[in-house]
């Protein structure tokens, strides 16, 4: 079995059932190989066989004694693991020539990993539920399964159905055969039997989600399918076996359960059940079905009009119950009046149940996506409970009345956790349990582009259910009868996936036409007037290709950067600025031969912006401007330096050379962290601005830290904030106090830029090389002190490679210098000698 089973779990059952009580010696009795008498088999042997990992069912008396000798013998595996790995150490060590690869940071097992050793015996991590306590018996009821606690873990909704019927005495009114017809499966939720094992699933989820440790939870409830089914009946087990006289056992322990509210909805359930199952058996002896036409004309009931008619209808053979429905109402409740960040939501794990159901779906995810709404605490809470692969499992949907829910809920996940962007790219993600869906997918393809050179590029065939799951938010925003509003957070979805350059997501978009997608997106006339989404738009374009070449080259031959050009005269300053986000990223791309430099023009594309952007108001889109400027520079270092030495030669200007090379670095000047240096949050300056935000889904809530970008920017004061205004004025005007004025470096380099810039701007014509230093001393003498920071920071970076380079010549210089001293000394000391030599000759 072991053999077979490999590292997985091995269930062990043991229902010692008229069988002697474990021995004090760590002993449990077994048949013989006849089934003739009963012989003791030590736990120390049995774990042995069963190794590890297993899980160990007891149900006999004194069952808790079991479990306590099978972890003294777990240890003594340990410790003879231990003694055994000592001694390998030490006969490899005597042995081997270099000795063990081992040190004394290594842990025991990594040393007898790297030993090659037996790896150490883990029994005391096996799994155990015991039916009693070490002092008990089990139960002797003769109208219980003499094996109760065995029937709690197979078949609990019979066993509870039982339970319930012999402590509410109405037992009698049903047939002795009632367990065997109650009608459905087990795994149809629209039958009678189906629907109770949903609703056993549901309160015995959040039971445990609100009862245990959240590590024990998903270690016992999340983590393995068959794990958490069985536990599910042990939390049923506790509270029948208690009513019974017995207190079970686990390990690990687990927190009593028996006294749950929840259980009175499981009793609550099965009442209703029950009379609905009562309703079925009855027979109607009292009413004869027929026509009511008939019934009407018949002279036998000339006063007709005294029978209720109403009556005389047959059942519903399925009568749903409602436990779901109140659930979720209650959820909704809590919602409006009960947030509380301390604590989750009881009815959480309901509400991922009722995702199952088609029929409430839509309801729950507004609700999911409400309470995601709240903040990151309440993205967590989901997390923990197991919402991911619901939600995944949901994009193969094709219900367009799910498709914003989806979306939201997706944007907020993302923005809690971006790394689970992988799992929209595994095919077919992994089914948490059987969606009900009556529709089916359509092949869907994106929309013809305007040039023909482009539409082999996007021509995609997009198969919702056997695909990956990105092609949810693709299909969205692909899709012209979607509202631009509702294309935001799919947007926004999109750019996430390309977080920290994700190289998967950028190969498959770029594959799958992404960049004409979203400039079509961008040329739209309704697309115009949304600025979240041409935001959002922006930044998803300049994370597809940053670092990234093919995304790049797909950029250059659709002339995707003159749509984004565009971008930079739209009212909106976060549109301008995600527009020279895009740029920069577009300008970042290094490729070894830099032949998109000489392929994009970068002269030219570079042109607007920097000449134009620079006198916006907007600081935001001067800082993004920096940011991406300074990949440019560092791509022309050498000829902006060349630049410099001129105008220094030119003016007069002497650079100074007490700046330490070790201030920036060797090949990147990272002016975005100047910016973060001066911002708390740490956040971007395209992030910085859209901080605080009303989300579109809100209604009703308070504002919260919701994602930056999904919801609309608000430009409010805060009440707080004009409450200690008199406490800002004093900081103000003691940091005013002690302003002694600019430094003196600070003044020698604004005395700098004003030559410079007066000598150039009086050009009548000027280099694209030339505009661009105009823009960046014009930006380093900002008046607004983070800008002002960066652009000195690039400027004085070029004045280092300047300098560099001017000590470089002067060194050439002198080098010449000595060598022509040389040659010339060389060429005297060769006429003198020549001149004796003739004489002497002579």
């Known amino acids: ?46 774990q042995l066989c069963m190794e590890f990992p297993s899980i160990y069912v007891w149900d006999c008396s004194s069952a808790e004694t079991i479990v306590n000798w099978f972890m003294r013998f777990a240890k003594d595996h340990e410790d003879d693991w231990h003694k055994k790995l000592l001694a390998h150490q030490e006969a490899v060590a005597s042995t081997s020539i270099s000795g063990a690869r081992i040190n004394s940071h290594m842990t025991a097992d990594q040393q007898a990993e790297s030993l090659k050793f037996q790896r150490r015996p883990k029994f005391r991590e096996c799994i155990h539920l015991a039916a009693c306590r070490e002092d008990e018996r089990l139960p002797t009821n003769a109208e219980l399964p003499a094996d109760l606690f065995t029937s709690c873990l197979t078949t609990p909704i019979h066993t509870s159905i039982l339970w319930y019927l012999i402590k509410s005495g109405r037992k009698n009114q049903f047939p002795p055969n009632l367990l065997e017809e109650i009608p459905g499966q087990l795994n149809d939720r629209r039958t009678i039997l189906g629907e109770l094992n949903w609703i056993f699933t549901a309160i015995t989820d959040t039971i445990a989600w609100n009862a245990l440790p959240r590590d024990d939870f998903q270690r016992l409830f999340r983590q393995d399918l068959l794990l958490a089914s069985l536990f599910r009946s042990f939390l049923l087990a506790e509270r029948v076996m208690s009513a019974n006289g017995c207190n079970v056992v686990s390990s690990p322990s687990l927190p009593s359960t028996a006294d749950h509210p929840l259980w009175d909805s499981w009793d609550y359930t099965l009442d209703l059940t029950l009379n609905h199952i009562h309703n079925l058996l009855t027979p109607k002896l009292n009413f004869q079905v027929i026509g009511r036409d008939l019934l009407a ?39 409006e009046y009960g947030v509380n960040k301390q604590s989750s939501p009881e009815q959480l794990p309901i509400v991922l149940q009722v995702l199952l159901s088609q029929a409430h779906r839509q309801r729950a995810l507004e609700l ?55 799992e929209l790219f595994k095919e077919n993600g992994d089914e948490p349990a059987r969606l009900e869906s009556s529709t089916r997918s359509k092949p869907v393809q994106l929309r013809t582009p305007k040039n023909e050179s482009a539409h082999k590029l996007t021509l995609i065939n997009l198969n919702v259910i056997h695909s990956f799951s990105y092609h949810f938010f693709v299909t969205i925003l692909n899709d012209p009868d979607t509202s631009p509003r509702q294309k935001i957070v799919v947007a926004f979805v999109l750019a996430t996936l390309f977080h920290n350059n994700y190289r998967i997501a950028q190969e498959n978009l770029t594959k799958k036409g992404y960049v004409n997608l979203c400039t079509e997106l961008l040329s739209e006339n309704q697309a ?43 009212n909106a300053p976060e549109v301008r600025a995600a527009a020279v986000y895009a740029l920069g990223c577009l300008v970042k791309n290094r490729s070894e031969t830099n032949e998109h430099a000489s392929t994009v023009h970068l002269l030219q594309l570079l042109n607007y912006p920097v000449t134009h952007i620079i006198d916006y108001g907007s600081v935001l889109v001067r800082e993004e401007l920096l940011i991406a400027l300074q990949w ?33 670095e060797h090949n990147v000047v990272d002016v975005a962290a100047t910016l973060s240096n001066n911002d708390t949050s740490g956040r971007s300056p395209l992030q910085t601005s859209a901080l605080r935000k009303t989300s579109i889904y809100r209604g009703r809530q308070k504002t919260s830290d ?20 008199s406490s800002s004025i004093s900081q103000v005007l003691s940091v005013v106090s002690t302003y002694s004025g600019p430094s003196e470096s600070d003044l020698s380099f604004r005395e700098r830029a004003n030559k410079q810039l007066a000598y150039l701007e009086s050009k009548n014509f000027k280099e694209p090389l030339e505009r661009t230093w105009v823009a960046l001393l014009k930006l380093a ?17 070029v004045e280092m490679t300047a300098v560099d380079l001017q000590n470089s010549a002067s060194a050439l210089t002198e080098k010449i210098e000595s060598v022509s001293s040389f040659a010339h000394v060389s060429l005297c000391v060769y006429l003198v000698v020549y001149s004796f030599a003739s004489t002497w000759v002579a």
């Open 297 to 335: 004309k018949s002279s036998v009931c000339s006063l007709n009009t005294l029978i209720d008619l109403s009556g005389i209808t047959g059942e519903q053979d399925v009568q749903h119950n409602w436990f779901f429905i109140e659930q979720l109402k209650a959820f909704e409740v809590w919602l």
């Open 632 to 664: 440019y520079i560092i791509d022309f270092e050498q000829r902006f330096a060349k630049l410099l030495w001129d105008l220094t030669e030119t003016l007069g200007i002497e650079l100074v050379t007490d700046v330490h090379e070790d201030q920036f």
């Open 706 to 725: 919701s994602i930056m970008g999904i919801e609309e920017v608000v430009t409010m004061t805060d009440p707080a904030d004009r409450n200690s205004l």
């Open 528 to 570: 115009k007037d949304c600025r979240l989404l041409k935001l959002w738009i922006l930044i998803g374009l300049g994370r597809l290709w940053a670092d990234y070449d093919p995304a790049r080259w797909q950029a250059v031959r659709l002339v995707a950067y003159a749509k984004v050009l565009k971008e930079l005269d739209d």
């Open 1 to 46: 079995m072991r053999r077979n089973a490999k590292d997985e779990r091995v269930l062990f059952h043991y229902n010692g059932h008229g069988v002697p009580r474990p021995t004090q010696n760590g002993e449990i009795w077994v048949f013989n190989k006849n089934f003739t008498q009963y012989i003791p088999l030590s736990l120390y042997d049995l």
């Open 368 to 422: 999911l996506a409400r309470f995601l709404d709240l903040g990151q605490w309440a993205v967590g809470y989901s997390l923990s409970v197991g919402i991911f692969p619901y939600v995944l499992k949901l994009l193969q949907s094709t219900s367009r009345e799910l498709r914003s829910w989806l979306a939201f809920i997706w944007a907020k996940i993302l923005a809690v956790d971006p790394s689970v962007q992988s």
């Open 781 to 797: 003498l900002d008046p607004v002190e983070k800008v002002a920071r960066m652009a000195q920071k690039l400027v004085r970076r």
